[in-house]
């Protein structure tokens, strides 16, 4: 029997899957994939160059699937701020109903969303800018742990206590994200009051990733050790895979005196990253990986990994209604 929750219900998919929206991976041939193999595949807008690059690549999507996928728009703190309304405007114009927001002062952004019939979700990482999503009028919530890749905030707030906190605070619906690999983890954001998850680094190691095979490899080959905080010295804290440069990074972090983030700029070049999926040197560049890692053992295909995930958390649900059993009668 499939899993039915309020997410489920809300996006019209059959696995209360979503894919994160991450740059550079969040490209058509994966979100495609996933929104055929019953999940809901997110399109990363910013991966795009341009709104009318996201145009194309919404049209793109559509022709690999018939099923529901959403675009993910990450408001960014920037010198040169991307054309987040262009972005928005074109995926609407193109029948896109769901969106992923994330960052900084998403109202403008929701607002106009709303006003167009979508359905947002908001990632946050804390339950304060949860609650200041929910009255913008967001219609579920993703709840980013201190274990995800790319930015878990700078509070420090493991999922386990976030979610819980959630379930006390929040009035719409809310998936867990940050840690997620697997039908035991699928099991146990449903029981902390979670209606799906959100996986970014489980996706990044699938068949229809479009990231160089050699990087596939070395997160199957990695732990949850192999990760590092960079950027946290300038309240911007990222989690990302451990290499040289990421190492580089934090040590000039640890000079006397500190850093700015001039004295890293190109270390992190956002060029260099990209870069790494292309060549698949992981030690070219700086990017994002989760701590989840260490439960990742395999590239199988998206379908494979899905029908999976729903049969472990199938059995895990099962399992743990075993453990309640009826009172002994007294003698």
Request: aromatic letters at 6%; a neutral charge.
């Amino acid at each position: 029997m499939p899993l039915e929750t309020k997410l489920t219900k809300l996006l019209g998919i059959r696995v209360p899957v979503v894919q994160g929206g991450m740059q550079w991976v969040g490209v058509p041939q994966l979100a495609a994939a996933v929104s055929n193999a019953g999940g809901l595949g997110v399109l990363t807008a910013l991966t795009q160059p341009s709104p009318a690059a996201l145009r194309d690549a919404i049209r793109e999507t559509r022709k690999l699937t018939k099923n529901q996928f959403g675009v993910n728009i990450t408001l960014l703190p920037s010198i040169n701020p991307p054309d987040y309304e262009g972005y928005a405007r074109v995926a609407v114009e193109e029948g896109v109903r769901i969106f992923e927001t994330a960052g900084n002062n998403p109202g403008p952004l929701i607002k106009f969303f709303k006003s167009k019939g979508c359905i947002v979700i908001h990632k946050c990482t804390t339950i304060r800018h949860a609650k200041s999503a929910e009255r913008l009028g967001v219609d579920c919530l993703s709840i980013d742990g201190f274990e995800c890749a790319g930015h878990p905030g700078e509070e420090d707030i493991g999922g386990l206590v976030l979610l819980a906190r959630a379930a006390e605070e929040l009035k719409v619906p809310y998936i867990a994200s940050g840690g997620f690999a697997d039908g035991r983890g699928l099991a146990s954001a449903l029981a902390l009051g979670a209606c799906g998850v959100n996986m970014g680094t489980r996706f990044m190691c699938t068949v229809e990733s479009p990231i160089h095979q050699n990087i596939k490899e070395k997160i199957v080959a990695s732990t949850e050790r192999d990760t590092v905080h960079i950027f946290r010295t300038l309240h911007n804290t990222a989690r990302v895979f451990k290499n040289a440069i990421s190492q580089q990074v934090v040590e000039i972090e640890r000079r006397p005196g500190g850093a700015k983030f001039e004295d890293v700029r190109e270390l992190v070049s956002g060029q260099r990253g990209r870069e790494v999926y292309t060549r698949g040197d992981p030690d070219y560049g700086i990017w994002t990986a989760g701590i989840v890692m260490g439960l990742i053992k395999d590239i199988p295909t998206c379908e494979e990994l899905l029908r999976r995930i729903e049969r472990e958390a199938e059995e895990v649900i099962g399992g743990m209604s075993a453990l309640v059993v009826p009172a002994k009668a007294k003698l």
